[in-house]
T-cell receptor, first 115, second 116 residues
Framework: AQKITQTQPGMFVQEKEAVTLDCTYDTSDPSYGLFWYKQPSSGEMIFLIYQGSYDQQNATEGRYSLNFQKARKSANLVISASQLGDSAMYFCAMRERSNDYKLSFGAGTTVTVRA | GAGVSQSPSNKVTEKGKDVELRCDPISGHTALYWYRQRLGQGLEFLIYFQGNSAPDKSGLPSDRFSAERTGESVSTLTIQRTQQEDSAVYLC??????????????FGNGTRLTVT
């Protein structure tokens, strides 16, 4: 079974608007970490934001915030005030003890920001 | 350097040849990971190292793939008798600790392998 599901293969967003990228996950571990990475066309994987399963508050990092709904097992990424440089592939990922702490990735969502 | 370094950045090889891909992790990072990314797809786990040991080799696609790490630092991923389906970007990542769910993996820029 897929551990991480990203159902949106591609999205378009207007510059300066917000966009939400969906991510659902599957685990029976009580302790896990959720991560979002950005991969521009140049190929590097850039770590954006982290949410721990025990964190009481949603994580935020600048224009990135994570809408963490533990009961629904979802960890959606919100990018506010989109910029042209935000055009990239975005991956949701999870680390869990039962998987030897390996990072499991979703299939990714391509975001294209329009001027 | 401050980040994960991979070399070469690009490699074109003929089918049947062997290739070696190199990864220099961030200094002090004990955990090292190799992933493969086929064009337009997500990341596929290959192998990880804790120190110089590889506890889990289950992600290696075939016995043509092997990896080693020395000095708790540099790692090499070797692909023998390359096939066209091996064409992909091979990404290396390191993490401060193997255990713990909170440490992000820091990735190198990858090696783009093309098998002709």
């Amino acid at each position: 079974a897929q551990k991480i599901t990203q159902t949106q293969p591609g999205m378009f967003v207007q510059e300066k608007e917000a966009v939400t990228l969906d991510c659902t996950y599957d685990t029976s571990d009580p302790s896990y970490g959720l991560f979002w990475y950005k991969q521009p066309s140049s190929g590097e994987m850039i770590f954006l934001i982290y949410q721990g399963s025990y964190d009481q508050q949603n994580a935020t990092e600048g224009r990135y915030s994570l809408n963490f709904q533990k009961a629904r097992k979802s960890a959606n990424l919100v990018i506010s005030a989109s910029q042209l440089g935000d055009s990239a592939m975005y991956f949701c990922a999870m680390r869990e003890r039962s998987n030897d702490y390996k990072l499991s990735f979703g299939a990714g969502t391509t975001v294209t920001v329009r001027a | 350097g401050a980040g994960v370094s991979q070399s070469p950045s690009n490699k074109v090889t003929e089918k049947g040849k062997d290739v070696e891909l190199r990864c220099d992790p961030i200094s002090g990072h004990t955990a090292l990971y190799w992933y493969r990314q086929r064009l337009g797809q997500g990341l596929e786990f290959l192998i990880y190292f804790q120190g110089n040991s590889a506890p889990d080799k289950s992600g290696l696609p075939s016995d043509r793939f092997s990896a080693e790490r020395t000095g708790e630092s540099v790692s090499t991923l070797t692909i023998q008798r390359t096939q066209q389906e091996d064409s992909a970007v091979y990404l290396c990542a390191s993490s401060l600790a193997l255990t713990g769910v909170h440490s992000p993996l820091h990735f190198g820029n990858g090696t783009r392998l093309t098998v002709t």
